[in-house]
C-alpha cells in the first residue's frame, strides 16, 4: 500500500504516478528503443541527477549492451527554471564523433535544457540524437523540441520522486509525486 501524501522540507506532496505504471511504461520504452537500435550500437547518455534512477531501470529493461556516458547541466533552482545552462561534467568528444545518441532525461519543462544538451552533441559530431524523457510538460515547451520517447506527458504540476527532488530531497521515493500547494 502506498503513502498518499508525504512532507519533504516545507512542502507536501501527494501520490501522482505509482511504481507500477512507472514500471510498465519503462518496459515498454526499452522495447521501443530496442527495435529502434537494434544493430546501430547507439550511446546512452544519461543527464544526471534527476534522470539516475530512470536511467537505471531503463537500462537494464534492453535487449542490448552499449556504452553509457554521464552528462551534469544545471538549470533549474529550487520550484522555477532559470533557463541558465551550465555544463557540470561532459563527454569527451572523440566518444561522440559519428555515433547515434539516446539522452535519457528525467524530466522537461521548457525544454531549455535538452535543447541545449541536444545542440551541444550535434555540435561534437554526433551521427544522431534522440531525446528520452520519462515525463515532459508540453504547455511549458519554450523551444521547437521533438521528444521522441516520452514516458508520461503531464500538466505543468512540480513533481518529485523517482530521481526527481525538491532541493534534494525525495529523490529515492519509488512513486512520483505531485505537489500539493506550490505556493
Ligand atoms: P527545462 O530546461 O526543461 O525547463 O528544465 C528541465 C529540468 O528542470 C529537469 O531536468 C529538472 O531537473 C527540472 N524540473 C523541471 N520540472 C520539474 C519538476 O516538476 N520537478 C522537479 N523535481 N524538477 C523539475
Ligand atoms: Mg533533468
Redo the contacts with the bound molecule.
Keep these: 500500500m502506498v503513502d498518499k501524501t508525504i512532507n519533504l522540507l516545507d512542502k507536501k506532496f501527494t501520490i501522482f504516478i505509482e511504481k507500477k505504471t512507472i514500471e510498465n511504461r519503462i518496459h515498454e520504452l526499452a522495447n521501443q528503443l530496442s527495435d529502434d537500435y537494434k544493430g546501430k550500437n547507439p550511446i546512452f547518455v544519461v543527464?544526471l541527477?534527476?534522470?539516475f534512477i530512470f536511467a537505471s531501470d531503463l537500462l537494464k529493461s534492453l535487449d542490448f549492451i552499449s556504452e553509457v556516458y554521464f552528462i551534469k547541466?544545471s538549470?533549474?533552482a529550487g520550484?522555477a527554471?532559470t533557463?541558465k545552462?551550465n555544463f557540470e561534467l561532459e563527454i569527451p568528444k572523440d566518444k561522440i564523433v559519428g555515433r547515434d545518441i539516446i539522452v535519457l532525461?528525467?524530466?522537461?519543462?521548457?525544454?531549455?535544457?535538452?535543447?541545449?544538451v541536444s545542440q551541444s552533441l550535434k555540435t561534437n559530431g554526433a551521427k544522431s540524437v534522440e531525446i528520452v524523457s520519462l515525463?515532459t510538460?508540453p504547455s511549458?515547451?519554450?523551444c521547437d523540441l521533438t521528444v521522441k520517447y516520452v514516458g508520461f506527458a503531464i500538466s505543468d504540476?512540480?513533481?518529485?520522486g523517482y530521481g526527481?527532488?525538491?532541493n534534494q530531497y525525495?529523490r529515492q521515493l519509488n512513486d512520483i509525486y505531485q505537489?500539493v500547494d506550490a505556493s
Design positions: 543527464v541527477t534527476g534522470g547541466v538549470s533549474y520550484l527554471s533557463g545552462l532525461e528525467d524530466i522537461i519543462e521548457t525544454g531549455l535544457t535538452i535543447s541545449g515525463l510538460k511549458c515547451f519554450k504540476l512540480f513533481v518529485v526527481l527532488d525538491y525525495g505537489i
